[in-house]
């Protein structure tokens, strides 16, 4: 029986939570405080977030787009296959380790996706990218934890609030997309991307690429022209 190994561990800046990457054969698995955040086995919804996504924004001249967090790069992976060749796209990354794992152990995941010439990476918190740019992004794609309930880092809580969401209102050019990856519907965060200005759609993605098994939900919330 394969058993998991624990290949490093990193501090999450701010909260000092610990985040875990472990190994069990082929599997891999990122783990906050004990709690699995992602398994190398689970991404086909957070696939279809980008494929979505950038499907909306098709046909917008050199498209920039803002992803927030990294996690195992199957997002990245999946926006840079739907981006044209001249897009730029910012991944935020909150713990500097995920990074170095993503250029080393995890990067054969998702093709290496930090290897395109498309994409730069911040190293720190997406909230505060997001406060230094104004009508900048034509796509924010937000996965940096289980959504706006259940949460595993309290610090993100300000991303889903009506504080949080102008912001990114503000940081979306007219007609951008920011799209929310959550585990779990809430109808009151729907209400709350209305109420800031946003018009909704929401999508339920399988976990994994089949017919059967949980679903994720995803917001695809649009700016006014
Ligand atoms: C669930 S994973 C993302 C999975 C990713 N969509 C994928 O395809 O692998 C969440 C990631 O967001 C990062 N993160 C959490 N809070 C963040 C923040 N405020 N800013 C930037 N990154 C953050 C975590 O360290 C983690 O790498």
């Not at 098709?58 to 927030?68: M, N, T």
């Not at 967090?69 to 840079?80: E, N, Y």
């Not at 380790?97 to 995890?106: F, G, P, S």
Request: glycine share 8%; proline share 3%.
């Amino acid at each position: 029986m394969l058993i998991w190994q624990l290949l490093d561990s990193a501090l999450v800046p701010g909260d000092g939570a610990e985040l875990c990457l472990h190994q069990r054969g082929d599997e891999f698995s990122i783990t906050v405080d004990g709690y699995e955040l992602m398994n190398s086995r689970v991404h086909h919804s957070e696939e279809v977030l980008a494929e979505i996504t950038c499907q909306k924004i098709a046909g917008h001249k050199q498209p920039r787009v803002l992803i927030g967090g990294l996690g195992m790069g199957f997002t990245l992976a999946s926006a840079l296959q739907n981006l044209p060749s001249d897009a730029e796209v910012v991944v935020a990354e909150l713990v500097p380790a995920v990074v170095v794992w993503n250029r080393q152990l995890l990067g054969q995941l998702a093709g290496f996706p930090l290897l395109d010439r498309r994409v730069t990476v911040c190293e720190g918190d997406v909230a505060l990218l997001l406060r230094e740019e104004y009508k900048s992004f034509d796509a924010i794609i937000l996965d940096v934890d289980n959504g706006p309930e259940g949460l595993t880092q309290e610090d993100n809580n300000w991303l889903y609030t009506v504080s949080g969401l102008s912001v990114s209102y503000s940081s979306l050019k007219p007609g951008g997309i920011l799209s929310v990856w959550s585990a779990f519907r809430n109808a009151v965060f729907t209400r709350r991307l209305k109420r800031v200005g946003f018009a909704v759609e929401e999508v339920q993605a399988r976990a994994r690429n089949s017919k059967k098994g949980a679903k994720h939900n995803i917001w695809l919330a649009k700016s006014r022209i």
